[in-house]
């Protein structure tokens, strides 16, 4: 079956603390798409990352990290020097179907918070 | 460019009353898809438009629920009649169609959120 799972439901941190969020997936499919996506207050659904399974390379965008690795079927986000403006909430999704990336299975989400 | 906007807001209504939700995606996109996320869990997937024709609707609840994209542009998702169980918000996200795959993200709207009664 597939899932995602985020077994942090809620993280809360100082600022300019480095903060990991926990993905992991279940896949039956050797292809498949892993998504980050951010809920600031405002609401809105925010890309920051696709990455394909048959792309394990870490991948770095200014203080943002990710950590892909098939063998523990992990997909995990970090945020280095975390700064208040980085309080939201944080899903992971998986994709199985490698022409349909569109439609997504979500985890539960995880609430940061970046205290002053 | 304009992003995916969705109206209203916020909807209260009582349970038996009939609401419909509106979605309109980024110009251009022909991929529509709605998604529910209900009482904190995680979001799911209800449906997929490719233009106006219903690719995938599978995620859709019961037979209360009804969307429809007329034109291939806007779309609206009505639900009649609302149940307590509804609640939630719900999403809808459009991305562009390259004419092979759906491989271009999903750009999300704000969300309606929905709350009965």
């Known amino acids: 079956a597939q899932k995602v799972t985020q077994a942090q439901t809620e993280i809360s941190v100082v600022e300019k603390e480095d903060v990991t969020l926990d993905c992991v997936y279940e896949?039956?499919?050797?292809?498949?798409?892993l998504f980050w996506y951010k809920q600031p207050p405002s609401g809105e659904l925010v890309f920051l990352i696709r990455r394909n399974s048959f792309d394990e390379q870490n991948e770095i965008s200014g203080r943002y990290s990710w950590n892909f690795q098939k063998s523990t079927s992990s997909f995990n986000f970090t945020i280095t020097a975390s700064q208040v403006v980085d309080s939201a909430v944080y899903f992971c999704a998986l994709s199985e179907a490698p022409s349909n990336t569109g439609k997504l299975i979500f985890g539960q989400g995880t609430t940061l918070q970046v205290k002053p | 460019e304009a992003g995916v906007t969705q109206f209203p807001s916020h909807s209260v209504i009582e349970k038996g009353q009939t609401v419909t939700l509106r979605c309109d995606p980024i110009?251009?996109?022909?991929?529509l898809y709605w998604y529910r996320r209900v009482m904190g869990k995680e979001i799911k997937f209800l449906l997929h438009?490719?233009?106006?024709?219903?690719?995938?609707e599978s995620g859709m609840p019961n037979n209360r629920f009804l969307a429809e994209r007329t034109g291939g542009t806007y779309s609206t998702l009505k639900v009649q009649p609302a149940e307590l169980e509804d609640s939630g918000v719900y999403f809808c996200?459009?991305?562009?169609?390259?004419?092979?795959?759906?491989?271009?993200?999903?750009?999300f709207g704000n969300g309606t959120r929905l709350t009965v009664t």
């Open positions: 438009f490719v233009k106006e024709s219903k690719q995938d």
């Open positions: 110009s251009g996109h022909d991929n």
């Open positions: 896949t039956r499919d050797t292809t498949y798409y």
């Open positions: 996200a459009s991305s562009h169609w390259d004419g092979s795959s759906y491989n271009s993200p999903l750009h």
